[in-house]
């Protein structure tokens, strides 16, 4: 197989705070908190951060200097900064831009961040065809979105609800052992919780979906060679990536079973020399259980509409044999805001990192970690990147 | 199950684009779509330029207003000032000009309702001066 893979880029380092529903602390305060967990925990000088990609926000976003307040609030100065508005897509965005503009030269070190005090805040408005041809029909945002996708996803291919089901358990399961999970989330669940659980938007039911709160999440980023120079005690390798944005854009009546996962998935593995049998684990991301399913498909773990059997027949738990969300996901351990995206991204660094605790994978020799962003009008989701990280 | 009389968020026309021709169309009951005159294709919901070609050179086009239902979902925990309306149905329904549109379905029972099964156009009054297009089985 033809693969282009580098190893020139390196993560080395991660950050969490807690996800809290209403903890009422801004987001620049909990940004703080992961810029000096990742200095102390890899012993570097604020002074190498010299770049920084941040994620958009829901609770300050309407700011448009968002990303130079927080330099300001931080004590930053960068000479390359990237403000990334993919929704959940923009943490492992934000590595694929820092690893391009660290190649290019614009900087060496950087941090990579996502804060959001949605919970605390209020949601801004996206205006607009909304107003027009969204909102006078009262489709209910993201969870009315994902209902007209499960429908059509069960006339297509049939949907076995016990897989949904499983994935809910499973990734609870996982969540009770996260101490950084929100503490509302942190209590069993049972199949037949989630199977009598009430519907929302037919056929999405609540435990089908996220609860949005507050948290932030980080990673430092620099080349292999300015890790070696820093001392650097661990280190993982992005290997591949694959990203796309408004797909299926301009088709009038597109499949929206199928997402834009079908391209970056495939380019990513391509990148990386890989085949999702070689997947150690994964860290999708989960807005909505349904598209954890798609996810699987479209990237190729099992045939198109053979998701929820794959989902049966596979240990997903982080003993298995392809661990997924081992921190609870967002729909167990919480979605905060618009750092969600960074959530299971920094649980795989954390495993790669042999940092997991009791929910440690063995031999976490790689791990692919997905984004989604955006909701569309009348297609599944806006956004689908993907990114494999390996061990030197 | 009509929707009359009860309160909504009402459509802002002209907001993010000139759709003035669109609802003054569907005060006197016609359902517009947009071309794209140099290919041919039509698109909805309505764009500042094609989809395909890049190009500013659109006209109007009355739909037929017959369709097949593409998706659906019954909505029980209302979108924010839609409280008053649940539970309703949305849906996609593919036009047979060959576009979608997120609309309500009406006149039919969310157990009775299919993927396929033929619409057609339904004006729902909101103002004196506003109608929104919904669809009914046909």
């Given at each position: 197989?033809?693969t282009?893979k580098?190893k020139?880029?390196?993560?080395?380092?991660?950050?969490?705070?807690?996800?809290?529903?209403?903890?009422g602390?801004?987001?620049?305060?909990?940004?703080?908190?992961?810029?000096?967990?990742?200095?102390?925990?890899?012993?570097?000088?604020?002074?190498?951060?010299?770049?920084?990609?941040?994620?958009?926000?829901?609770?300050?976003?309407?700011?448009?200097?968002?990303?130079?307040?927080?330099?300001?609030?931080?004590?930053?100065?960068?000479?390359?900064?990237?403000?990334?508005g993919?929704?959940?897509?923009?943490?492992?965005?934000?590595?694929?831009?820092?690893?391009?503009?660290?190649?290019?030269?614009?900087?060496?070190?950087?941090?990579?961040l996502?804060?959001?005090?949605?919970s605390?805040?209020?949601?801004?408005?996206?205006?607009a065809?909304?107003?027009?041809?969204?909102?006078?029909?009262?489709?209910?945002?993201?969870?009315?979105?994902?209902?007209?996708?499960?429908?059509?996803?069960?006339?297509?291919?049939?949907?076995?609800?016990?897989?949904?089901?499983?994935?809910?358990?499973?990734?609870?399961?996982?969540?009770?052992?996260?101490?950084?999970?929100?503490?509302?989330?942190?209590?069993?669940?049972?199949?037949?919780?989630?199977?009598?659980?009430?519907?929302?938007?037919?056929?999405?039911?609540?435990?089908?979906?996220?609860?949005?709160?507050?948290?932030?999440?980080?990673?430092?980023?620099?080349?292999?060679?300015?890790?070696?120079?820093?001392?650097?005690?661990?280190?993982?390798?992005?290997?591949?990536y694959?990203?796309?944005?408004?797909?299926?854009?301009?088709?009038?009546?597109?499949?929206?079973?199928?997402?834009?996962?079908?391209?970056a998935?495939?380019?990513?593995?391509?990148?990386?020399?890989?085949?999702?049998?070689?997947?150690?684990?994964?860290?999708?991301?989960?807005?909505?259980?349904?598209?954890?399913?798609?996810?699987?498909?479209?990237?190729?773990?099992?045939?198109?509409?053979?998701?929820?059997q794959?989902?049966?027949?596979?240990?997903?738990?982080?003993?298995?044999?392809?661990?997924?969300?081992?921190?609870?996901?967002?729909?167990?351990?919480?979605?905060?805001?618009l750092?969600?995206?960074g959530?299971?991204?920094?649980?795989?660094?954390?495993?790669?990192?042999?940092?997991?605790g009791?929910?440690?994978?063995?031999?976490?020799?790689?791990?692919?970690?997905?984004?989604?962003?955006?909701?569309?009008?009348?297609?599944?989701?806006?956004?689908?990147?993907?990114?494999?990280?390996?061990?030197p | 199950?009509?929707?009359?009389?009860?309160?909504?968020?009402l459509?802002?026309?002209?907001?993010?684009?000139?759709?003035?021709?669109?609802?003054?169309?569907?005060?006197?009951?016609?359902?517009?779509?947009?071309?794209?005159?140099?290919?041919?294709?039509?698109?909805?919901?309505?764009?500042?330029?094609?989809?395909?070609?890049?190009?500013?050179?659109?006209?109007?086009?009355?739909?037929?207003?017959?369709?097949?239902?593409?998706?659906?979902?019954?909505?029980?925990?209302?979108?924010p000032?839609?409280?008053?309306?649940?539970?309703?149905?949305c849906?996609?329904?593919?036009?047979?000009?060959?576009?979608?549109?997120?609309?309500?379905?009406y006149?039919?029972?969310?157990?009775?309702?299919?993927?396929?099964?033929?619409?057609?156009?339904?004006?729902?009054?909101?103002?004196?001066?506003?109608?929104?297009?919904?669809?009914?089985?046909?």
């Amino acid at each position: 197989m033809s693969t282009n893979k580098r190893k020139d880029i390196a993560i080395i380092g991660y950050g969490e705070t807690p996800v809290v529903l209403r903890g009422g602390r801004s987001s620049y305060e909990l940004a703080a908190q992961v810029m000096e967990q990742i200095l102390v925990q890899t012993g570097i000088d604020k002074r190498e951060i010299d770049g920084l990609a941040i994620s958009e926000t829901m609770s300050e976003t309407g700011n448009p200097f968002w990303g130079v307040y927080m330099c300001e609030m931080l004590g930053l100065s960068p000479s390359w900064m990237q403000l990334n508005g993919l929704g959940g897509a923009s943490s492992i965005g934000g590595i694929a831009r820092a690893a391009a503009a660290i190649r290019d030269g614009m900087c060496e070190t950087v941090l990579v961040l996502a804060s959001d005090a949605q919970s605390s805040g209020k949601t801004p408005e996206q205006g607009a065809q909304r107003h027009e041809f969204m909102y006078p029909v009262g489709l209910k945002g993201p969870v009315g979105a994902f209902g007209l996708l499960s429908e059509r996803y069960r006339h297509q291919y049939g949907l076995d609800e016990r897989a949904l089901a499983k994935l809910a358990v499973t990734q609870r399961n996982h969540a009770l052992m996260n101490p950084n999970g929100c503490e509302k989330l942190r209590k069993p669940l049972t199949e037949e919780d989630y199977l009598s659980s009430k519907y929302v938007s037919t056929p999405i039911r609540v435990l089908d979906s996220v609860m949005v709160c507050d948290g932030a999440n980080g990673v430092l980023v620099t080349s292999t060679e300015n890790a070696r120079r820093l001392g650097a005690r661990k280190m993982i390798h992005p290997i591949g990536y694959g990203e796309i944005s408004n797909f299926n854009g301009a088709a009038r009546q597109p499949d929206i079973t199928v997402s834009g996962f079908s391209l970056a998935g495939p380019k990513a593995l391509r990148q990386a020399g890989m085949r999702p049998p070689d997947v150690r684990m994964i860290m999708p991301y989960d807005d909505f259980l349904i598209a954890l399913i798609i996810t699987l498909e479209d990237i190729g773990f099992c045939e198109k509409g053979k998701g929820a059997q794959f989902v049966l027949d596979t240990d997903l738990s982080y003993r298995g044999t392809l661990p997924l969300n081992t921190s609870g996901g967002q729909i167990s351990a919480g979605q905060p805001g618009l750092a969600g995206g960074g959530l299971n991204l920094v649980e795989g660094v954390r495993q790669m990192f042999e940092e997991a605790g009791e929910r440690q994978v063995s031999d976490p020799r790689n791990c692919m970690v997905t984004g989604i962003g955006v909701i569309p009008y009348g297609r599944n989701w806006g956004v689908s990147n993907v990114m494999i990280l390996e061990q030197p | 199950m009509s929707a009359a009389n009860i309160s909504r968020p009402l459509p802002r026309p002209n907001a993010y684009m000139d759709t003035t021709p669109f609802w003054r169309a569907t005060s006197e009951g016609r359902l517009l779509i947009q071309y794209c005159v140099d290919s041919g294709e039509p698109q909805f919901f309505p764009r500042p330029i094609s989809l395909v070609t890049g190009r500013r050179n659109l006209e109007w086009r009355e739909a037929s207003g017959k369709g097949t239902v593409y998706s659906f979902t019954n909505t029980l925990n209302a979108w924010p000032g839609h409280e008053a309306r649940v539970p309703y149905l949305c849906a996609l329904v593919d036009l047979e000009e060959g576009v979608r549109i997120l609309c309500n379905l009406y006149q039919v029972k969310p157990e009775d309702v299919r993927i396929g099964m033929a619409v057609k156009l339904y004006w729902e009054r909101l103002t004196d001066e506003l109608a929104y297009p919904a669809f009914v089985p046909a």
